[in-house]
C-alpha cells in the first residue's frame, strides 16, 4: 500500500512539474515579449522533463504521461487498475499544475487570451499534427522506456536523454502543434483555459507513438540483454 501511494505521489509531482515548467515557459515568452523564444520554450521543457524523469521517475510507475500510460497496459507492465490510478494522479496534477499558472499569470490576462496559459493548439491540419505529435512522443517513449528499466547508476543518464529528446522535438514541433506529445500537458492548460481545440489530437498522436515507442524499446534492448546473459552464460562454462 505504502508503494502504491509512493508512486501516485510521484505521478503528481512528476507530471505537476512537466506541465508547469512547459507551460509555464510559454507564458512567460508572452509576458516577456517573446524574449524567452524557441530555443528558451524548448529548453525549459527538456529540463522539466529531465529533471521528472531524474527526481520521481525511479518511484513513477507511468512515468508522467497517459499515453505511456497506456502503452505500458498494453505490453502488461501495468496492470490496468494500477494504470487507472496513474491517470488519475497524472491529470489531477496537470490541472493543478494549470490552475497554478492561471494564478501566477492572472495580471498577464493570458488566461482568456493568446497564449491561453500554454495551451496546445495545433497550427496545422489535424492529420499532420497528430503524425508529428505520434512521431516525436516515439522518441520519447523510447528514452522513457530506458529510464524505467534502467539500472539505478545508469538512470540519470537516460533521464538526461530524455530530456534532450524533449528539448530537440520542442524545438521542432512548437510551432506546429505546441509541443505537448503527453495528453496531460495539453489538458492542464485546457481545462482551466477551455481551449479544447482539436485537443483529440494529444491523444490520439501521442498514444500511438507511446505504443510503438515501448514496442521498439522491447524489441531492441530486449535482444541486447538477452545477448549479454547468453555471453555470460558462454564464458562461465569456458571457465
Known amino acids: 500500500m505504502a508503494g502504491t501511494l509512493r508512486a501516485l505521489v510521484a505521478e503528481f509531482l512528476g507530471t505537476f512539474a512537466w506541465v508547469c515548467l512547459g507551460a509555464g515557459a510559454v507564458c512567460a515568452d508572452s509576458l516577456s515579449g517573446g524574449r524567452l523564444g524557441q530555443t528558451g520554450i524548448g529548453l525549459c521543457q527538456g529540463l522539466a522533463v529531465a529533471a521528472a524523469f531524474a527526481l520521481f521517475g525511479r518511484r513513477a510507475q507511468g512515468l508522467f504521461n497517459p499515453a505511456v500510460t497506456a502503452a505500458l497496459v498494453l505490453f502488461k507492465r501495468l496492470t490496468p487498475p494500477q494504470a487507472l490510478l496513474c491517470l488519475l494522479s497524472q491529470l489531477l496534477g496537470a490541472a493543478l ?10 495580471r498577464a490576462e ?130
Open 97 to 106: 499544475a494549470g490552475m497554478f499558472l492561471a494564478g501566477a499569470f492572472s
Open 110 to 239: 493570458i488566461s482568456s487570451t493568446e497564449p491561453f496559459l500554454g495551451a496546445c493548439l495545433p497550427s496545422v491540419g489535424f492529420r499532420a499534427a497528430t503524425l508529428i505529435e505520434a512521431v516525436m512522443t516515439f522518441f520519447l517513449a523510447v528514452a522513457a522506456g530506458r529510464a524505467l528499466a534502467a539500472r539505478p547508476e545508469d538512470h540519470a543518464a537516460w533521464s538526461l536523454a530524455g530530456g534532450a529528446i524533449a528539448a530537440a522535438a520542442t524545438l521542432t514541433a512548437f510551432p506546429l502543434t505546441g509541443a505537448a506529445f503527453n495528453p496531460a500537458r495539453a489538458f492542464g492548460p485546457a481545462v482551466v483555459t477551455g481551449q479544447w481545440s482539436l485537443h483529440y489530437v494529444y491523444w490520439v498522436g501521442p498514444a500511438a507513438g507511446a505504443v510503438l515507442g515501448v514496442a521498439a524499446t522491447r524489441f531492441l534492448f530486449s535482444a541486447q540483454r538477452e545477448e549479454k546473459e547468453k555471453a555470460v552464460h558462454q564464458a562461465s562454462q569456458l571457465s
